[in-house]
């Protein structure tokens, strides 16, 4: 019964199927599921009410409109991209680095701290350091090269000493 209906009606359904979708593989998904359709009713089909072809047009039209709602009420997916950076499973030890730096950074006096903070937080060189806070590049080195060796002697010599010794 499926064999004659293909046989039939399947060019037409496939035609009617593609222009109203635009997709060809899309077309072939609406006639393959019309034609399973018609199997799991052939009883109903086979009292002969009704016109078949009319019945296998309405079938795929509706299984079309079901397609189209379906993907209407999904929302579009969002393609990967390489200019989104994953997001960082736990950043906890982010915070806690930041905390230890900032306590860090209040155990200097004002001047040391001005400068660490200038040449590492704010990436700036030792000139343009020593233009933005009004003092010789030698006294930049100077400060930066105690405030360093204070939170040395205070904190320890840090990871990368640490893995530079294993």
């Known amino acids: 019964m499926i064999r004659s209906l293909y046989e039939e009606h399947g060019h037409a359904l496939l ?3 593609t222009r109203i979708t635009g997709d060809r593989a899309a077309a072939e998904d609406v006639l393959q599921e019309t034609l399973l ?4 009713n052939a009883e109903s089909l086979a009292s002969g009410e009704g016109s078949m072809r009319s019945w296998l047009f309405t079938v795929a ?3 079309m409109t079901d397609r189209f709602r379906a993907g209407r009420a999904r929302p579009a997916e ?3 991209t390489e200019t989104v950076t ?3 499973a736990d950043h906890a030890q982010n915070v806690v680095d930041s905390m230890l730096a900032y306590q860090a950074l209040q155990t200097l006096s004002d001047d040391h701290r001005t400068v660490l903070v200038e040449l590492y937080l704010r990436g700036r060189s030792v000139t343009e350091t020593a233009e933005a806070l009004g003092i010789p ?3 930049v080195k100077s400060r930066s ?3 360093l060796r204070k939170l040395r002697d205070r904190f320890g010599p840090g990871p990368a000493a ?3 010794a294993a």
């Open 61 to 63: 039209r509706n299984i």
């Open 162 to 164: 640490l893995e530079g």
């Open 145 to 147: 090269h105690h405030a």
């Open 15 to 17: 035609a009617y199927a």
């Open 137 to 139: 590049p030698g006294t």
């Open 78 to 80: 969002a393609p990967e």
């Open 86 to 88: 994953p997001v960082e």
């Open 37 to 40: 359709r018609a199997w799991r």
